[in-house]
């Protein structure tokens, strides 16, 4: 359907905040990349480790949805880069871990800083009554960008049965 169908449902207000948001996200993960000297795929994938601590290449390759092949290839280029280690398991050595180097979580961390310390100024700020209502919304928000995201295609590599991961990220807990 033609931009014009739409002109009027993009040029709302809140449409035109969550554009925003979603493009400031993006100049942010390459921000952050710049800093790190990785491109947007590998900040893709530092970013999954970082909030999984360690993943499989299956699993990385599941989430990123791209071949094993392609994760070892990123997983290679954040090793070299100094971004991640590659780790056996006590209970399984043949299988290989990827987990993130501290150091570069500082310093992806120390470029955040300030955005999430004002972000939860913002947030304490808010009334119960407000906070419901945005949670409400954001709530709604998620499922939608869920929903257009779709499932993760299946990767053409077979993946060993105990590397199960969550494909879709889930919606934040709300305590409701």
């Known amino acids: 359907m033609p931009r ?30 710049e800093t790190l000297g990785v491109n947007v795929t590998d900040m893709a994938a530092m970013e999954l480790l970082i909030d999984a601590r360690t ?5 990385l390759a599941t989430q990123l949805k791209v071949t094993t ?7 290679d280029r954040l090793e070299r880069a100094g971004h991640v280690t590659r780790e056996r398991k006590t209970i399984d050595r043949r299988k290989i871990f990827v987990a993130p180097v501290e150091a570069s979580e500082v310093r992806a961390f120390a ?13 304490s700020d808010l009334t119960p009554t407000e906070r419901s209502v945005i949670e409400t919304f954001l709530d709604k928000v998620v499922d939608i ?3 257009a995201s779709g499932p993760p295609s299946p990767s053409p590599d077979p993946v060993e049965p ?3 991961s969550p494909t879709v990220p889930e919606r934040p807990s709300t305590g409701r």
Do not use: H
């Open 69 to 75: 092949a392609a994760a070892t290839q990123i997983v």
């Open 111 to 123: 470029l955040l800083a300030p955005m999430l310390d004002a972000l939860s100024g913002v947030i």
């Open 4 to 33: 014009a169908a739409y002109a009027d449902r993009l040029s709302d207000p809140i449409m035109q905040r969550l554009k925003a948001i979603s493009f400031l996200n993006l100049e942010i993960g390459k921000k952050i990349g």
């Open 145 to 147: 960008y869920l929903q």
């Open 162 to 164: 105990d590397d199960a």
């Open 55 to 59: 993943l499989t290449p299956s699993q």
